[in-house]
């Protein structure tokens, strides 16, 4: 049963960027949650009156202010300033249900080596569940007993709490990535590192995506992203092949051949950082690059 008081082992982070609406009202959400969690925003280089809006409303909120746009980089930011055991991440479109941080806590208090959990995703105003909950349900990737769900591959930052000593050995968010997918990088280098990452059914979090989001913009980075990652950590032959078959499969338009440019201008930093993975770890790769060819979510590709 969900706890219905406060609880001090959470602390939620946000990053936003000219969202001034969807962010105050995720505060205003967080604001009402049981836990009563301590809320670190990351403004990354909002122009729309988004830091004072924070201010004015929520003066109880931690607002960091970069003065630029720090993609997913703007968490590891916030990360610097987290005193507590966990951190859950949260965009300014989503929010945490009541009760689910401090179950979370309890989950990962429970459970050492458990780095992170993913929660249930719920769209908003439907009410609905989002596609991508039955790729994590349904997730190939064996695991201990012991973990509350399936094991995951990788996670989604909107819907995560995640083990702050866990966050800061895999070393946050790569700053080449920027933004887009940038949560497989991270997941990858925590497996490799002998942390756990799971689906928990009991976590709910809401989202209500925003109006304000250019939706190429956001499938160009998730595609040269999903390049990038795929030379880093990916041996030789599997790394041909998943670029060969996304060469094949994504749509043959504009965003799809600047996607290709981008992550072929990236070789060189890539190359230089290219630390392939040992066989047990790409066997599992290889698992969910197979489970994710027939999601219906197909987030960032196609």
Do not use: K
């Not at 995560?160 to 280098?189: N, Q």
């Not at 999903?226 to 078959?245: K, M, V």
Request: net charge positive; aromatic share 6%; glycine share 8%.
């Amino acid at each position: 049963m969900s706890r219905a008081r406060a609880d001090d082992r959470t602390t939620v982070v946000v990053i936003t960027h000219n969202r001034r609406t969807e962010l105050l009202r995720t505060l205003g959400e967080l604001a009402r949650l049981p836990e009563r969690p301590q809320v670190i925003v990351t403004d990354n280089g909002s122009t729309d009156g988004t830091a004072g809006a924070v201010e004015r409303d929520f003066p109880g909120t931690t607002l960091l202010r970069p003065g630029r746009n720090l993609g997913a980089v703007g968490r590891n930011l916030a990360v610097r300033h987290v005193r507590t055991p966990y951190v859950a991440f949260c965009d300014d479109d989503s929010w945490w249900e009541p009760g689910s941080l401090a179950r979370a806590a309890d989950l990962l208090d429970a459970r050492p080596r458990l780095a992170a959990v993913t929660a249930r995703i719920v769209v908003e105003p439907e009410g609905t569940e989002d596609p991508v909950v039955r790729e994590l349900r349904d997730s190939p990737l064996p695991g201990p007993d012991w973990l509350p769900g399936p094991a995951l591959g990788s996670f989604l930052a909107a819907a995560t709490v995640m083990r702050t000593t866990a966050f800061r050995a895999g070393g946050g968010f790569h700053p080449g990535l920027w933004l887009g997918g940038e949560e497989e990088l991270l997941a990858c280098d925590l497996l490799r590192q002998g942390w756990w990452l799971a689906y928990a059914e009991e976590l709910t979090v809401h989202h209500q995506a925003s109006l304000l989001r250019d939706s190429t913009a956001r499938r160009v980075l998730g595609l040269r992203n999903t390049l990038w990652f795929t030379w880093l950590r990916r041996p030789l032959l599997p790394a041909l092949r998943r670029t060969g078959y996304l060469m094949r499969t994504v749509p043959r338009d504009t965003a799809s051949a600047r996607a290709f440019a981008r992550a072929t201008a990236g070789l060189p930093w890539v190359l230089r950082q290219r630390d392939p993975v040992p066989p047990d770890l790409e066997h599992c790769l290889s698992a969910l690059e197979a489970a994710r060819r027939d999601s219906p979510a197909r987030r960032y590709i196609g």
